[in-house]
T-cell receptor, first 111, second 113 residues
């Protein structure tokens, strides 16, 4: 079955450093990957979408890559701030695939 | 400009009771979804709809029913609630089947005792 895997362990980094989160997918080839941010008690909020024919996408301090050979997407936050602390969800979809979310990775940015 | 609104925000049910969760969106989106989120399990798709009058099963549809009588509303029903349905439920909508961004509601925290 289709699987989206994200690191279940929280990522702890110091303010100002670059945070890198990983999303791996197995048993299918999604055409789109999306990244969402979720704060405690709130619904996910869309951040970035990348298509399979795009290697990289940027938005302000955020960067997403899509490697179809490795079946992986990396999500980077540069110059991280404590306000970036949240859970980040990866989602995959496209064509006839049912939209599938990963479990999310918690990011904690220490001042 | 409300986006996606879920009603209610919190609910406690006794085992065997029924209830309906309402989701309303004001963005004229064709696609709507119901997810449940449990600790360590991430978001799991229950049912979704690709347009008014249509519904389809997601990953975990058992024990739930849905209806999309109006384009802006997507209802999730629990006919006979079970403790295993204790969860946070999120509704979302989008222009396409996750080829564009999805907008989520604020969630409904349901406890079945």
């Amino acid at each position: 079955s289709q699987k989206i895997e994200q690191n279940s362990e929280a990522l702890n980094i110091q303010e100002g450093k670059t945070a890198t989160l990983t999303c791996n997918y197995t048993n299918y080839s999604p055409a789109y990957l999306q990244w969402y941010r979720q704060d405690p008690g709130r619904g996910p909020v869309f951040l970035l979408l990348i298509r399979e024919n795009e290697k990289e996408k940027r938005k302000e301090r955020l960067k997403v890559t899509f490697d179809t050979t490795l079946k992986q997407s990396l999500f980077h936050i540069t110059a991280s701030q404590p306000a970036d602390s949240a859970t980040y969800l990866c989602a995959a979809s496209g064509g006839s695939y049912i939209p599938t979310f990963g479990r999310g990775t918690s990011l904690i940015v220490h001042p | 400009n409300a986006g996606v609104t879920q009603t209610p925000k919190f609910r406690v049910l006794k085992t065997g009771q029924s209830m309906t969760l309402l989701c309303a969106q004001d963005m004229n989106h064709e696609y709507m979804y119901w997810y449940r989120q449990d600790p360590g399990m991430g978001l799991r798709l229950i049912h979704y709809s690709v347009g008014e009058g249509t519904t389809a099963k997601g990953e975990v549809p058992d024990g739930y029913n849905v209806s999309r009588l109006k384009k802006q509303n997507f209802l999730l029903g629990l006919e006979s609630a079970a403790p295993s349905q204790t969860s946070v439920y999120f509704c979302a909508s989008s222009w396409t089947l996750l080829e564009t961004e999805a907008f989520f509601g604020q969630g409904t925290r349901l406890t079945v005792v």
